[in-house]
């Protein structure tokens, strides 16, 4: 474990991309259309005890999401269409509750977690 790795411990924000070095925390793109998507990650959100949706804006292919447990944190889920019946999803989960061995590992748990789901429902 490197030294940098255990700042990146105390990092109190996740965010997924295609620039990520963590393999698990890299843009997923999957086949469909961004309604689709859209559907499937409300459903999935809404099917969460710990998590409840904030606000939804479609239009903008946004979902804020309080998430209660392990840790308190706010997530915002964004679903852009790239090309037809290719849709990205990407994750932003921060909070700012502060723990002794930092919070970086659990957020990066639910964001892969999410993208577990996800990936069983859509290719």
């Given amino acids: 474990m490197a030294i940098t790795d255990i700042f990146l411990n ?3 924000q996740i965010e997924t991309s295609d620039q990520q070095r963590d393999e698990g925390l890299k843009t997923h793109y999957y086949k469909g259309n961004k309604n689709q998507l859209f559907e499937t990650i ?8 710990d998590s409840r949706i904030t606000t939804v804006s479609k239009e903008r292919g946004e979902i804020a999401v309080e998430i209660t447990k392990p840790i308190p944190c706010f997530m915002v889920v964004t679903i852009v269409s790239n090309k037809p019946l290719e849709t990205a999803v990407d994750f932003t989960i921060s909070t700012e509750k502060k723990f002794p061995f930092g919070v970086y590992p659990a957020l990066r748990k639910r964001a892969i977690s999410f993208y577990e789901r996800i990936d069983k429902l859509h290719t």
């Fill in 10 to 12: 105390f990092k109190k």
């Fill in 42 to 49: 409300e459903q999935i959100i809404r099917q969460d005890a």
